[in-house]
C-alpha cells in the first residue's frame, strides 16, 4: 500500500487529524515532492536535515537521495507514525521543537524544510544565523514571505536573509496541494552561499538604521532618517551623496548593497 497517496493520507488524518497549533498542512501532489528534493541537489554523499517531516511524504524521498536524514517533529503522535512507517537504515527521526528544542547540528548539511507558516520566519532566522549553518536551505512557506525574500522591492525581512545568504524564488504551490488546505498558497525557495560574505559591520546597528529608514515605508529615505535619528537634512544629504543613494527615493527602491554603503557613511 503507498502510504503517501491522497486517499490514505486522507484516511490517516482521520484518525491523526492535523493540529493547528503545529500549523500542519501536509503535502499530497507527489511531483511537488520530488520538485522539492530534486532542488536541493542530492547526492548519496549528502546529510539532510529535515524540519516538520509530519507524515513523511518528504522524508521517504530525502531518505532514496541521500546519505543520511535526520529528521526533527515536534508532535509526539508523528514521531510514533514516522517510525512505524519509515525503516530507512539512513534516516534518523529526533523530537524536538525546531525552533527552541535541545538538538546538535549535523556538519555540511542540507536544510529541506516544509516550514509551518506560523514561524517561517524566526526559523529561517534561526538557521541562517546558526554557528553551524546549512551549505542550502530548500524551504516551503507561505507565498507571500517566499515573494517578499526573493522580490526586487527591498524590505527588512529581504534584508535580514540577503544579509547571511542569496535567495531564489523556485516555484509556486496552490494552496488545493495540501491536506489540510490552508487559507494561502505556498512557495519554494532556495537559500545559499550562507554567510559567505557577511558584511563587515556591527549587525545590530545596521538593523538599526534600516528599521529607521522603513519607519514609513511611503515617505522618502532622506525625511525618514531625518526625523528617527534627529539629524539635519543637510548632514543627511551629506552621507547620501557618499553612498551615493538619490535623497528622493524611498527605502523600498534601496538596494541590499547601497544599505552597507550608508551604514558606513553613518558610521565613519
Known amino acids: 500500500m503507498d502510504l503517501f497517496d491522497k486517499k490514505t493520507i486522507k484516511q490517516t488524518l482521520k484518525n491523526l487529524p492535523a493540529l493547528k497549533k503545529f500549523g500542519q498542512n ?10 522539492i ?3 536541493a541537489k542530492l547526492t548519496k554523499d549528502d546529510i539532510v536535515l529535515e524540519i516538520g517531516p509530519g507524515l513523511g511524504s518528504l522524508t521517504q524521498e530525502l531518505a532514496k537521495k541521500s546519505k543520511k536524514v535526520i529528521a526533527i517533529e515536534k508532535d509526539k503522535r508523528m514521531v510514533k507514525l514516522l517510525k512505524n512507517n519509515l525503516k530507512a537504515a539512513n534516516l534518523r ?16 548539511y542540507k536544510l529541506i524544510a516544509n516550514l509551518p507558516y506560523n514561524i517561517s520566519v524566526p526559523l529561517i532566522r534561526k538557521f541562517l544565523e546558526a554557528q553551524r549553518p546549512p551549505k542550502i536551505m530548500i524551504l516551503m512557506t507561505q507565498l507571500e514571505v517566499a515573494e ?16 547571511y545568504g542569496k535567495a531564489e ?11 489540510p488546505q490552508p487559507k494561502v498558497d505556498g512557495g519554494v525557495i532556495r537559500i545559499d552561499k550562507i554567510q559567505k560574505s557577511i558584511p563587515n559591520v556591527d549587525k545590530k ?4 538604521l534600516l ?6 515605508p511611503r515617505k522618502t529615505i532622506l525625511n525618514n532618517l531625518s526625523k528617527k535619528l534627529k539629524i539635519e537634512k543637510g548632514e543627511v544629504l551629506k552621507l547620501f551623496e557618499k553612498a551615493d543613494i538619490n535623497p528622493k527615493e524611498r527605502p523600498q527602491d534601496i538596494d541590499f548593497k547601497h544599505w552597507v554603503k550608508l551604514f558606513n557613511s553613518f558610521h565613519n
Open 148 to 163: 517578499k525574500i526573493c522580490s526586487q522591492k527591498t524590505s527588512i525581512l529581504k534584508i535580514a536573509v540577503e544579509f
Open 26 to 35: 501536509f503535502l499530497i501532489d507527489k511531483n511537488i515532492l520530488k520538485k
Open 37 to 39: 528534493a530534486e532542488a
Open 93 to 108: 527521526i529526533v523530537e524536538a521543537d525546531a525552533l527552541y528544542g535541545d538538538y546538535s547540528l549535523p556538519k555540511n
Open 169 to 179: 524564488f523556485l516555484f509556486k504551490v496552490p494552496k488545493e496541494k495540501f491536506l
Open 211 to 216: 528599521k529607521s529608514g522603513f519607519a514609513y
Open 205 to 208: 546597528k545596521f538593523f538599526e
